[in-house]
């Protein structure tokens, strides 16, 4: 809205160069960071005095298996602290795009609609627990049958758009929307062609049950993809450029330029939320929130073609989701668990390490993984 708002006073008053600035991508983005944190810290005491006074509170599920941790015992003290707070997030997300990006941009509509898409799954699965107080939501089974869907959608833009996107691997000469870019290796970009569709819906199933996964201590998954973010924001801003993608050896991919105002959006909006989600949390993001977020990281990362990058940078999403995998594949098999209690953060609450150490711990490696991911872009 602003970038048109921009072409038009430039047609009307060509003498008046100031408002050129915000033409670049750069300006948006810390304009959009900016937005969406306000936006965020605005609504945040209005959000969270709204659900309490509707009673959206957090109901903590009691486990009675012999020998198994009892997770209402540890979190006991949050029932009651309000869910859906990924509606924060969701603002300040849509108000920031809406004003700084190019909407006539392909991939902001894609990025966009998959995100609210899968945050309207969680968005529903947060009203059952509400109205039923019933802390399961809805069945697994439905909520994956959503998840699907939207990979879907997400798999055949990309197949059906492959020649359209302008989408560049200089190394090869290849082009196209269906390729895959591997860290660490220069010349070597698979072709999934139609492949390209069940792929999304594994990135995108993946990411968004991971973020919902590691949603389980104040601020701790809005912490890891706000570092997430971060990185993905300079590889979104690199690809786009020609000059930069050129000599790093990796897609060129020009119209990835606007999901940077996205993520800078995201960001802003991300920080606003934790201000109110910071041990201990006024207010949660449920799964309003956690699908939401993977989903939008899922999705950017299927449209600038850094799908496996993704699985380094969001380390701590791929740790959290196999501590999962390996305690019921465990228990099934042998009936012993690996984990005093899965995902892994709950694991290390069972011993004794207090929550707010677990975050920030989880954090720094969360950090150190970024700055892995972003040594690989070099590393080629």
Not at 152 to 163: H, P, Q, R, W
Not at 274 to 295: C, K, Q, R, Y
Not at 326 to 352: K, N
Request: glycine share 10%; hydrophobic share 55%.
């Amino acid at each position: 809205m602003v970038f048109w708002l921009v072409e038009l006073m430039q047609q009307i008053w060509p003498s008046f160069s100031a408002v050129r600035v915000l033409q670049y991508i750069s300006v948006r983005t810390s304009l959009a960071l900016i937005t969406a944190l306000l936006v965020s810290l605005t609504l945040g005491p209005w959000l969270i005095a709204f659900l309490r006074q509707k009673k959206a509170g957090a109901q903590i599920l009691k486990i009675h298996r012999k020998g198994a941790p009892d997770l209402h015992e540890m979190h006991g003290n949050k029932t009651g602290t309000p869910i859906m707070g990924g509606l924060l997030i969701l603002a300040g997300i849509l108000v920031s795009t809406l004003l700084f990006c190019r909407l006539n941009n392909r991939f902001v509509w894609v990025a966009i609609l998959a995100s609210l898409a899968l945050g309207a799954i969680g968005f529903y699965d947060d009203y059952v627990k509400v109205t039923l107080r019933d802390p399961r939501g809805i069945s697994a089974r439905v909520k994956l049958v959503g998840q699907i869907l939207v990979g879907l959608a997400v798999g055949v833009f990309l197949y059906a758009s492959d020649n359209t996107l302008g989408i560049i691997y200089h190394l090869t000469g290849d082009r196209g929307a269906t390729h895959l870019c591997f860290p660490f290796v220069k010349t070597w970009y698979p072709d999934l062609g139609a492949a390209i569709i069940p792929f999304a819906v594994i990135v995108l199933v993946s990411t968004s049950n991971a973020v919902n996964l590691t949603d389980g201590l104040d601020g701790l998954a809005i912490g890891v993809t706000i570092i997430a973010a971060s990185t993905f924001l300079l590889v979104t801003y690199l690809v786009s450029r020609v000059d930069y993608a050129r000599y790093l050896m990796f897609p060129y991919i020009p119209q990835g330029g606007e999901l940077t105002v996205i993520l800078g959006a995201l960001i802003g909006a991300g920080l606003g939320f934790l201000w109110f989600n910071v041990h201990p949390a006024e207010i949660f993001m449920g799964d309003t929130g956690s699908l939401l977020l993977g989903g939008l990281l899922g999705t950017i990362a299927l449209l600038i073609k850094q799908e496996l990058l993704l699985i380094i940078v969001g380390g701590i999403f791929v740790i959290e989701a196999l501590s999962v995998i390996i305690q019921v594949t465990s228990y099934r098999l042998t009936g012993r668990r690996v984990f005093l209690m899965s995902p892994l953060h709950h694991h290390f609450q069972r011993r004794g390490m207090p929550e707010s150490k677990i975050i920030g711990r989880f954090w720094i490696v969360a950090a150190l993984l970024a700055l892995i991911g972003l040594a690989t872009l070099k590393l080629r």
